[in-house]
């Protein structure tokens, strides 16, 4: 090569010239499209289908050229395919779990063949070997699933959203577990991936996989989702794709019955730090194919050490210096980079940029924003184009502080040749995934829980499947039913008739309850007070706070102040004050069966064991504790990947009618036991037993303000507890109107919710069961994985 260019292997060693690329071809694409005659059907009970009357719409390549059309689906074909989707279900789920696992292991070997089909249709954006390491980690689990995870079952018919700028790998992340346990699944992509959606779809069928089991129905706009949902054959809907769609989503189902569960990882903010220890060329290196190299999903944010962070701006500068403009997605993008740039250095930035930008057109250069502020723009609302804010921080603990003000907390990027203070880092950061040395690391064995706005469920590894199963002692959470029409802003806005007690003398008075908020027993802020009736509905009871939305302030920010000092605790604390609690609750075994017998109408003896299981239960969540730890992953490349269940933060539960004292003492040993405050709203017919127990929690050694107990009506405190954008987790026992709300509401910010209807026609939660310690502990936790190479 030197001779024939007439250069020295020295020379092309600075020059470093990069040899011809590979021309792109899609011919093998282009042929299964004609094959098609251009225009794609919906895939229903194992084939194509394409109704003559239905609308349909032309897809685009990235540089505007036609792909094919496809079928915008009606009403009617969601009910075609729901009835295919039930049948396929019963085929799929009744084969054994070694029969299950041979059709996944069948594709592996089918998607050799077809792959570059695969990877033309999605434009480079998927690769075959991608999906089938996907194959072969799920086609494992769905052998093993009676083995490893005994006593789960699956949903039923799994319906999977995907936004239109979602691409296939992170949508098969979710069809592929969920056919793995059992499941039907429905796969409503985005436009982008329908194509390659369909084809899999057939090569799914050709592996054998039962007709029906695996369907896909393609849309012109997202509002076809929220019809798939509403189908009462739906058991469960996942959606992955950007936050704004899947707010739509959330909104349109709320009332429907169906649980949804949200990834919205596309447009999240991911930042990058790196710290005075780490390797700076590689640090700088691996920013350069971060920000600029790989296709965008996620904005990153820069954050380096002040002592270092000359250093790092002189070698962006340099490495940057060969970079071309990068493509943007549409011509208007161009416009709001531009915009972006121009507000960031009239507010003091330093643009440095690889190139000039050309006078117009669809292309940026790559641009590093240095010394932005954390409320600029640019960082809060980042654009779709090549930016890249660089700021400064001093201490570790600023570091951290800045990283967590992000409201994402899908993934970070840690960079350091400290291996104490990266595990001290990634353990106080709020994101699901953390990267040490490398970033956007992915393995389907590694839990990806978005924290924060970046999502309220798990996918990946053991951790994700669970989303796709049931036990079979749980009952229903939510009645089947079209939504109802509710005014959301006067929700909870209704007062309480006010009840006169009649007694002729003191000593015949009712007795009056306090609250417990911040570790103190206390009147409402209000000052007002609510009757309880006895059990056969006429007189008065006694009498309890009705607690507001001041109150709620109140104990959220109690909760704030003693959460992360209770989590440091470790395992052994909390188990010894949950040791504590049983001890003072059998202490006062004789008051609390009389509460409950007085405050329910229960006799005696029934009381007795409701009392017995609760102080068994408390019992229970102690020996819990330091049970299930996360542990270590077997990652296929060199490094250590290692997953830990994290505390949500401060959760907000409204207890059920059923059982109170068991109820309350389950739900409440579940939160502190993994390291969660919480703020509880006892039942508002029967809150006597939960007010009683405040005695308990008075004299016990748990910090103040970590458990808070508020009463009060019911709807009220509801509206309260979801618009607290600091309360990360919702537990809800209520009305159909309160489940409407909640589903409605609790989206920006984005809360885990846990929702039961109480019907009195409906089979309530058996709290008795021991099954429900392990539902009641995977509803308390969220997932982390920190990622660490080793070569």
Request: hydrophobic share 40%.
């Amino acid at each position: 090569m030197a001779d024939s260019t007439n250069k020295s292997v020295y020379d092309i060693f600075l020059s470093m010239e990069k040899g011809p690329a590979q021309t792109s071809s899609t011919a093998t694409a282009k042929a299964w499209l004609d094959h098609h005659s251009q225009a794609l059907g919906l895939f229903i009970n194992g084939k194509f289908v394409r109704p003559a009357d239905r609308p349909s719409c032309l897809l685009l390549d990235s540089k505007g050229g036609s792909v094919c059309s496809i079928v915008c689906a009606v009403e009617d074909d969601i009910s075609q395919c729901a009835s295919s989707a039930v049948n396929g279900f019963k085929s799929w789920s009744s084969r054994t779990c070694y029969q299950r696992a041979q059709v996944l292991l069948k594709l592996v070997s089918i998607l050799g063949m077809h792959g570059k089909c695969v990877s033309e249709l999605c434009e480079a954006s998927c690769s075959p070997s991608a999906l089938v390491r996907l194959l072969q980690y799920y086609s494992s689990w769905a052998q093993l699933r009676d083995i490893l995870i005994t006593n789960w079952r699956p949903l039923g018919v799994v319906a999977v959203v995907a936004s239109d700028d979602c691409s296939l790998y992170p949508l098969y992340c979710k069809v592929l577990p969920a056919l793995a346990m059992g499941n039907s699944v429905i796969v409503v992509p985005g436009q982008c991936t329908a194509p390659a959606a369909l084809l899999l779809a057939q090569l799914f069928t050709g592996a054998g996989l039962p007709s029906g089991a695996l369907n896909v129905v393609t849309r012109s706009d997202f509002s076809l989702c929220a019809k798939v949902a509403q189908n009462p054959s739906i058991s469960y809907v996942t959606y992955i794709g950007n936050k704004e769609d899947g707010v739509m989503l959330c909104k349109a189902t709320a009332g429907m019955g169906v649980p949804v569960s949200v990834s919205p990882y596309i447009g999240a903010l991911c930042p990058l730090i790196i710290f005075e220890s780490a390797d700076i060329d590689s640090a700088v290196d691996g920013v350069i194919d971060a920000a600029f190299k790989t296709k965008k999903e996620v904005h990153w944010v820069l954050f380096v050490q002040d002592s270092v962070l000359d250093s790092v701006v002189a070698r962006l500068r340099l490495r940057m210096g060969g970079l071309k403009c990068v493509d943007l997605r549409h011509d208007a993008d161009r416009a709001l980079v531009e915009t972006a740039v121009q507000e960031a250095e009239q507010q003091g930035a330093m643009v440095i940029q690889s190139c000039s930008a050309p006078p117009s057109g669809a292309v940026y250069p790559p641009t590093l924003l240095c010394g932005t502020a954390p409320s600029s723009p640019c960082v809060v609302w980042p654009s779709s184009g090549p930016l890249l804010p660089v700021m400064s921080f001093r201490s570790n603990t600023e570091a951290v502080t800045l990283a967590n003000h992000s409201p994402h907390g899908k993934s970070v990027s840690i960079w350091t040749e400290d291996l104490t203070l990266a595990l001290e880092t990634a353990k106080n950061l709020s994101f699901g995934s953390v990267w040490v040395n490398c970033h956007s690391v992915s393995d389907p064995c590694l839990p990806v829980c978005g924290q924060k706005d970046s999502g309220n469920c798990t996918d990946g590894g053991q951790e994700g499947l669970y989303q796709f199963l049931k036990l079979p002692s749980s009952s229903s959470p939510l009645p089947r039913s079209s939504p109802l029409s509710m005014d959301y802003t006067k929700f909870g806005t209704g007062t309480f008739p006010v009840i006169i007690p009649e007694y002729s003398d003191q000593a015949n008075a009712s007795k009056s309850y306090l609250q417990f908020v911040g570790g103190k027993a206390c009147k409402s802020v209000s000052g007002c007070s609510l009757s309880v009736q006895p059990p056969g509905g006429s007189g008065v009871l006694a009498y309890c706070p009705d607690g507001g939305r001041k109150d709620v302030r109140n104990a959220v920010e109690a909760a704030i102040k003693v959460q992360s000092g209770w989590i440091k605790k470790g395992p052994t604390a909390h188990a010894q004050s949950l040791y504590s609690l049983a001890k003072g609750l059998e202490a006062k075994r004789q008051d609390f069966v009389m509460s409950v017998s007085i405050q329910t109408g229960l006799s005696m003896d029934e009381a007795e064991k409701e009392v017995e299981l609760s102080i068994a239960r408390l019992s229970d969540w102690a020996s819990y504790c330091d049970k299930i730890q996360g542990g270590t992953l077997p990652m296929p490349k060199s490094g250590s990947a290692y997953t830990l269940p994290e505390a949500l933060g401060v959760v907000g539960v409204i207890l059920p009618d059923k059982n109170p004292l068991l109820s309350m003492v389950t739900v409440l040993g579940a939160a502190i036991a993994t390291g969660n405050a919480i703020v509880m709203v006892p039942s508002q017919k029967y809150p006597l037993p939960a007010l009683d127990f405040i005695q308990v929690l008075q004299v016990s050694d748990l910090p103040a303000g970590l458990v808070n107990v508020i009463s009060g009506g019911k709807d009220q405190l509801t509206v309260a507890l979801a618009n607290h954008s600091v309360i990360k987790a919702i537990w809800y026992w209520g009305s159909a109107e309160g489940c409407q709300y909640l589903q409605y509401t609790c989206t920006t910010p984005l809360k885990t919710l846990c929702l039961f209807c109480q019907n009195d026609e409906e089979e309530e939660k058996d709290w008795t069961h021991p099954s429900l310690l392990e539902e009641m502990w995977r509803n308390a936790v969220q997932w982390k994985s920190v990622w660490i190479p080793t070569a």
